[in-house]
């Protein structure tokens, strides 16, 4: 997965799609990313004492990596992550303008 914690991506499909958000976590064994504010899901909390309220939460879901694309920083674009050698290191950079993804 070329996708890293702290990318900015939109989602290509499903119900948030065109979302934009930050990638909050990464699982690379399952190919699936969560992404902050998007992919919601309630969860009633229930009160565990008495007097207290139970509360619903929102919590981010994770999604297949698959459906969201990079935002390159460069032209702001979604875009499809290219690698190129770069003195020997591996850099990430944006197929549509080739800006180096930081
Ligand atoms: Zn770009």
């Given at each position: ?10 989602m290509m499909s499903g119900?948030?799609k ?46 297949n990596?698959a459906s ?35």
């Amino acid at each position: 997965m070329k996708l890293k914690k702290g990318d900015n991506v939109m989602m290509m499909s499903g119900k948030d799609k065109g979302k934009k958000g930050k990638i909050l976590a990464v699982f690379p064994s399952q190919d699936k990313i969560v992404i902050e504010g998007l992919n919601l899901i309630k969860k009633a909390v229930r009160a565990r004492k008495q007097g207290q309220k139970g509360q619903i939460i929102h919590k981010e879901r994770s999604v297949n990596a698959a459906s969201a694309a990079l935002i390159c920083g460069a032209c702001s674009k979604p875009t499809r992550i290219g690698l190129r050698l770069d003195n020997g290191n591996k850099v990430r950079i944006c197929k549509k303008c080739n800006a180096e993804i930081k």
